[in-house]
């Protein structure tokens, strides 16, 4: 059960004067059942859902999780923002997948479910698995394995930087080479591998590294470059490579848990064909589905959703309002929704709790107990309903605090 008691929140700048945006709001939400907040726009309900999500820290009053405080981000809460979140460089796997490569989702739902003997998701596994360790094998031998591991894992610039490193190496020690070759071949009138001839003595040594008395600030720059980025790489590499079977371990049991928990959520959203694909390659609808899909992948217990469907059409509004209720019953989630629609509110909210203008007081709570049921968006009690909840809203103004 989620406790919320004299809740008092308040947004701005340190630097400014702070407003307040909720003021002793005081509710309790039952497991496994959903709650639509509805409040003007500017009403706190936005910083309401963000404080339940221990996101934003509230000035007074309490939030508790079967008796536990809310203190910050918890494992077992999934947020959905109202404009999704989805980055942009990754495709709707990885996006839906991130939970798990960043490792915030609870090492109880991270183990993966016992469905290998589904084919699909066997085929799924072992498709992905073999890529990855082909990929390793390459990375391995050229060096790179490093950067490639962390690439996936999803850690760019760490992997950028391996990268980057390797190839200041190459290209200073290629430069390295060439400036030694010239000058054997223009000074000395001897063949570059006479090279060796030369480290057989302290001057020869001081030619190779920094000219010997004709000091070259370049071959010195070059050598010093070479030598400590190649040892530390060389060192790495060695690292990388007795670690290897650890670490294609660890990248196929990720790969477990991405197929045994996202996949079956893509596939119930009707993504099945759209798993490399990227944001910007779909449309409003199945962005949307993907936001889901990533928020229901590490099982959640409580799911908060900022007007997630604001952004969409119509017809895809209801089509995945729709979606929603059956996964809150499939799942029975405990699921607290943010909205200024009316219909939306009188759809998806078991009760409806609406409130004032800010500073945001709770109006109303409005109970709505044939929310799920069949043929309920068409019948007269839904509009009846949606009547009710304008009235309430025509007239926000702040009222004496109620609590439930």
Same mark, same amino acid.
């Given at each position: ?9 308040? =947004? ?17 939400? +039952? ?14 309900? @936005? ?23 809310? @203190? ?43 469905? /290998? ?84 003595? +302290? $001057? ?23 030598? &400590? ?67 229901? /992948? ?18 895809? %509004? ?22 200024? $629609?009316?219909?939306? /509110? &009188? ?25 799920? @049921?069949?043929?309920? %968006?068409?019948?007269?009690?839904? =509009?009846?309903? +949606? ?18």
């Amino acid at each position: 059960m989620i406790e919320i008691e004299g809740l008092r929140i308040e =947004y701005g700048e340190e630097s400014e004067a702070k407003s307040l945006a909720i003021a002793d709001l005081s509710l309790n939400i +039952a497991d496994g059942e959903s709650v639509v907040i509805l409040g003007p726009s500017g009403s706190g309900k @936005t910083s309401f859902l963000l404080t339940l999500a221990g996101l934003l820290q509230p000035v007074a009053g309490s939030l508790k999780i079967d008796k536990t405080p809310i @203190t910050g981000p918890r494992n077992d809460i999934s947020l959905i923002l109202q404009d999704l979140g989805l980055l942009p460089w990754k495709t709707v796997w990885k996006n839906a997948s991130l939970g798990f490569e960043l490792g915030n989702i609870s090492k109880e739902n991270r183990r993966p479910n016992s469905t /290998a003997s589904d084919p699909a998701l066997h085929q799924e596994w072992e498709k992905r698995k073999r890529s990855v360790s082909i990929a390793y094998l390459w990375l391995t031998f050229t060096g790179l394995f490093a950067a490639g591991h962390r690439f996936y894992l999803d850690r760019p610039f760490s992997g950028a930087m391996r990268t980057i490193g390797f190839w200041v190496w190459a290209l200073a020690f290629g430069a390295y080479v060439i400036d030694l070759d010239t000058y054997l071949s223009d000074e000395l009138n001897k063949p570059f591998r006479e090279i060796f001839s030369l480290m057989t003595n +302290a $001057d020869g040594w001081a030619q190779l590294i920094w000219g010997g008395e004709q000091f070259h600030f370049s071959r010195l720059l070059l050598f010093t470059v070479s030598l &400590v980025l190649g040892s530390y790489l060389l060192l790495r590499w060695l690292r990388d490579f007795f670690e290897l079977s650890e670490q294609v371990r660890q990248v196929n049991t990720l790969i477990q848990q991405q197929v045994h928990r996202v996949k079956p959520i893509l596939d119930e959203l009707g993504l099945q064909g759209f798993y490399n694909r990227f944001p910007s390659q779909l449309s409003g609808g199945e962005r949307q589905r993907v936001a889901i899909a990533r928020a229901l /992948a590490g099982e959640p217990r409580v799911l908060l959703m900022d007007e997630p469907l604001s952004a969409l059409d119509a017809f895809n %509004r209801e089509r995945i309002q729709d979606q929603l209720v059956a996964l809150w019953q499939k799942h029975k989630l405990t699921q607290v929704i943010v909205t200024h $629609d009316v219909e939306e /509110a &009188v759809y998806m909210g078991q009760r409806i709790v609406v409130l004032t203008d800010r500073p945001a007081r709770i109006r109303e709570i409005v109970e709505n107990p044939k929310m799920g @049921t069949s043929g309920w %968006r068409a019948s007269d009690a839904f =509009y009846a309903q +949606a009547r009710h909840l304008r009235e309430l809203l025509t007239d926000a103004r702040p009222v004496e605090a109620h609590s439930s």
